[in-house]
């Protein structure tokens, strides 16, 4: 084969995503190799990532209507633009010398000439990395202009602009330590593994990791060493730890992270895990037997219509959102998000919360998450639902016990808990509702 297929099929599927806006999770089969399915995923989701900067850069460089230029010229000159921008490491006059020649597999024999003057007048631009911050925010970070100015009338000017730059930074997944191990072991033994990691700098039990996959493999994965939990949820919970008391339901539960952090805690008497959907609970019922948990009540059912008989002491509801805050590992939601969609999930929140009032006992815990940047979906909601419910208050984060300085930038004065997305956060949300019912031993006092 004369082109290299890794790009091919890159430009492939860059090119479906574009019409259909939607991309498969795993690697094409073609690719066998580990290192093959690693530079697929990075060239992919750095040009999902960076879709409107390309572009726009194409638009720069090309006097063509950019309307008239084929989607094929459009995706290999996106690919090119990319490895210029974005990839030291691959170097350039090879970067550009494989991406001209995928004209041949995608026949347009005729457009080489062209694709190739483009990508050698870019490396050749001494000036193409700092031309880049003439753009306006939206364009030089790639994202949909409705979705920045939506976030300009919630946030300061710094936060936006450090939210879109941060959209653009993941550096490997996050996971946490199973006790009884703790972080520097679990490195250890995934270094012998020859699974390189990072600690996390916030996140006491967290170790980043760049490469996921290879993670899984490991012995200390089957051991059960660690669980896969973004670092924001990990201090979320940490920060909660006194409140998982007595007999706790975990509403909207699956795929399972926040579970199983809870289960670690000391005072739990009961957890029960809930989702309306089967398929995400299995991943739940797997990881409890790979760590070794004590099994849990595991229910399907729809949280605005629960089963239970018998009330909890505390609800968690980590409710479906927008997931705005997740964009940094999901860059593809930054071209599926719709204005007029964008808070579909708005009223089922408001359901949510309302049902899980009639399974709380007097004196009980609310506790509300989610990973969206939206105001709606977050302070608005906690404040409609205290504007209905007299009977619970605010329990503001900055009077849990025990706050460990370096997580006191993520409570806000208004009593949530906040952390806008970072290069090591993800966005998410939580407020914690007290029922003002007497209180039982069991509740937080
Ligand atoms: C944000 S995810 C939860 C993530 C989870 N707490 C974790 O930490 O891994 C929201 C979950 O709510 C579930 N869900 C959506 N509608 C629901 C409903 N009406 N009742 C119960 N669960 C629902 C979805 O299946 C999804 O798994």
Known sequence: MAYDPVRFLVVRDFLNFKKTNQWAEQAPEQLT???????????????????????????????????KLQDSVVGILSLGIFQLYF????????????????AVPFRIFQQKGLINAVLRNLQRD???????????????????????????????????????????????????????WNRAQLQKKLRAEGVESRLHPIADQALIVENASECFRTNAFHEGAFYVQDSSSQVFLELTESLWKGDVLDACAAPGGKSLQILESSQLRHLVINDISRNRLLKISQNIARLNLNSQMLTISDSRRLPYLKPFDVILLDVPCSATGTIRKNPDLKWTAQPATLLKQEDLQRRLLEHSVLHLKPGGTLVYSTCSLETEENDL?????????????????????????????????????????????????????LHRGERTENNFA
């Open 33 to 67: 190799k580990n290192i093959d399915r690693r530079f697929y995923f990075h060239l992919l989701q750095g040009m999902i990532r960076h879709q409107r900067l390309l572009e726009e850069e194409i638009r720069s460089r090309i006097k063509k209507p950019f309307h």
């Open 87 to 102: 990839m030291d490491k691959v170097p350039a006059r090879a970067g550009i010398f494989e991406t001209v020649e995928l």
């Open 126 to 180: 001494p000036d193409k990395k700092s031309r880049l911050l003439n753009y306006p925010l939206p364009v030089r970070t790639s994202h949909q202009d409705w979705m920045v100015a939506r976030w300009q009338n919630s946030y300061s000017k710094s936060e936006v602009q450090s939210i879109c730059e941060a959209n653009n930074v993941f550096e490997g997944i996050t996971i946490r330590t199973k006790k009884p």
């Open 381 to 433: 909601q906690i404040k409609q639902f205290l504007e209905n419910h007299p009977e619970f208050e605010l329990l503001p984060f900055f009077q849990l016990p025990n706050v460990p300085q370096n997580y006191s930038p993520y409570l806000t004065k208004e009593g949530y808990f906040r952390s806008l997305p970072s290069p090591e956060m993800m966005g998410f949300f939580a407020a914690v509702l």
